[in-house]
T-cell receptor, first 113, second 111 residues
């Protein structure tokens, strides 16, 4: 079945540091890949997505590239801010069914000033 | 426009009680999904509707869980005879194509 493995947290970085959160997946076919973010006290929000191999999703300074050869979708940001503190979830959608999402366990990110 | 809304936001139930959780999707969204998120975990799929048709209920953990979407808009997730292991955040999401938009969730605590 489909699965997503993401870097375990928590991750603590200083402001302006470089961020990478690793995500790898197992799936049959060609799923779409997503990063969702959950800020404290809020619901899940779509951060970025990529629907086919070599696509790069980007938003709010975050980027992730769909790498079919390594089955990865690592999240990166060049300079993090305190406001980026949140829980980040990597997810894939089932291409053979109803597009239901399979999520990783989440990575809690804390940025200290 | 308005996003996905869910009610109640918090629900405390005694073990054995029935509960009903409501989801109002984004207007015009054909697809509706329910997920269960345990503490410290990612959401897990429960069930999927396309309009009023429930096309996939493979994630429902037991026959105590039941979902409906009778008019293809609002959906209700019902849990009968709640157990402590049902304590979780229940998330609803709707979509028009690939991207799912999530509601704030209902946090269910079973005592």
């Amino acid at each position: 079945g489909n699965s997503v493995t993401q870097m375990e947290g928590p991750v603590t970085l200083s402001e302006e540091a470089f961020l990478t959160i690793n995500c790898t997946y197992t799936a049959t076919g060609y799923p779409s890949l997503f990063w969702y973010v959950q800020y404290p006290g809020e619901g899940l929000q779509l951060l970025l997505k990529a629907t086919k191999a070599d696509d790069k999703g980007s938003n709010k300074g975050f980027e992730a590239t769909y790498r079919k050869e390594t089955t990865s979708f690592h999240l990166e940001k060049g300079s993090v801010q305190v406001s980026d503190s949140a829980v980040y979830f990597c997810a894939l959608s089932d291409p053979f069914g109803n597009e239901k999402l399979t999520f990783g366990t989440g990575t809690r990110l804390t940025i200290i000033p | 426009g308005a996003g996905v809304s869910q009610s109640p936001r918090y629900k405390v139930a005694k073990r054995g009680q029935d509960v009903a959780l409501r989801c109002d999707p984004i207007s015009g969204h054909v697809s509706l999904f329910w997920y269960q998120q345990a503490l410290g975990q990612g959401p897990e799929f429960l069930t999927y509707f396309q309009n009023e048709a429930q096309l996939d209920k493979s994630g429902l953990p037991s026959d105590r869980f039941f979902a409906e979407r009778p008019e293809g808009s609002v959906s209700t997730l019902k849990i009968q005879r709640t157990q402590q292991e049902d304590s979780a955040v229940y998330l609803c999401a709707s979509s028009l194509e690939v991207t799912q938009y999530f509601g704030p969730g209902t946090r269910l605590t079973v005592l």
